[in-house]
């Protein structure tokens, strides 16, 4: 079993910045895979940013260039730095992890969440 808590979500002002931490405790191995997803009210959840067992890294085309994943094994932490943030980026942010890549990044059905941080952002 694997726990995984969020933190660093708030508020900030379009064009401000924020840096999302994920910290994973229990089985390990589950945690090779992990991401970011987010959802907003009336949407679907959508992926946002993963990382590999290799440590490849993928995002979707909305924040390339603006976030930017990473993660800490000795500290099994995953985090996401998002710079010149956007109104359309608000959203409850999921930290997620699985040690399938295709459940986690393809099919967008990751085994283990967190209980998701809030991110606002004002125009």
């Known amino acids: 079993e694997v726990h995984l808590v969020e933190s660093g979500g708030g508020s900030v002002q379009a064009g401000g910045s924020l840096r999302l931490a994920c910290v994973a405790s229990g089985d390990t191995y589950d945690t090779s895979n992990m991401g970011w997803f987010r959802q907003t009210p009336g949407k679907e959840r959508e992926r946002v940013a993963a990382i590999d067992t290799d440590g490849r890294k993928y995002y979707i085309d909305a924040v390339k260039g603006r976030f930017a994943i990473s993660k800490d094994n000795a500290k099994n932490t995953l985090y996401l730095q998002m710079n010149n943030l956007e109104f359309e980026d608000s959203a409850m942010y999921y930290c997620?992890?699985?040690?399938?890549?295709?459940?986690?990044?393809?099919?967008?059905?990751?085994?283990?969440w967190g209980q998701g941080t809030q991110v606002t952002v004002s125009s």
């Open positions: 997620a992890a699985d040690s399938r890549w295709f459940h986690l990044w393809d099919a967008e059905v990751p085994i283990w």
